[in-house]
């Protein structure tokens, strides 16, 4: 059974920065591309960030270019989603999620990944 579970979220105050980190257990993680994903109260959830098995490609939303770094440590089977500049409009639950099959490709969507971790919360106040 896969478990993903994020760790680093809390308050944090405009223009300052949080590092999110994902334990992935049950999977053969360096097989698995992983993203982020985030849900703001009344919002749909949306993509963030996702990088690729090997860490070789990631991906990023436009709103978030340039301010937010996914990696991974496949040693350590953990993801992290490195982010700066925050903004109060970056609040939200993120969610750590794995790709549905393992390979190269690269899911943005969140229909084609198959676990989910419980989330974390990321206030940013102005």
């Known amino acids: 059974q896969v478990q993903l579970v994020e760790s680093g979220g809390g308050l944090v105050q405009a223009g300052g920065s949080l590092r999110l980190s994902c334990a992935a257990s049950g999977l053969t993680f360096s097989s698995y591309a992983m993203g982020w994903f985030r849900q703001a109260p009344g919002n749909e959830r949306e993509f963030v960030a996702a990088i690729s098995h090997n860490g070789g490609d990631t991906y990023y939303a436009d709103s978030v270019k340039g301010r937010f770094s996914i990696s991974r440590d496949n040693a350590k089977n953990t993801v992290y989603l490195q982010m700066h500049s925050l903004k109060p409009e970056d609040t939200a639950v993120y969610f750590c999620?794995?790709?549905?099959?393992?390979?190269?490709?690269?899911?943005?969507?969140?229909?084609?990944?198959?676990?989910w971790g419980q989330g974390t919360q990321v206030t940013v106040s102005s």
């Open positions: 999620a794995a790709d549905s099959a393992p390979g190269p490709g690269v899911p943005v969507i969140g229909a084609d990944f198959g676990s």
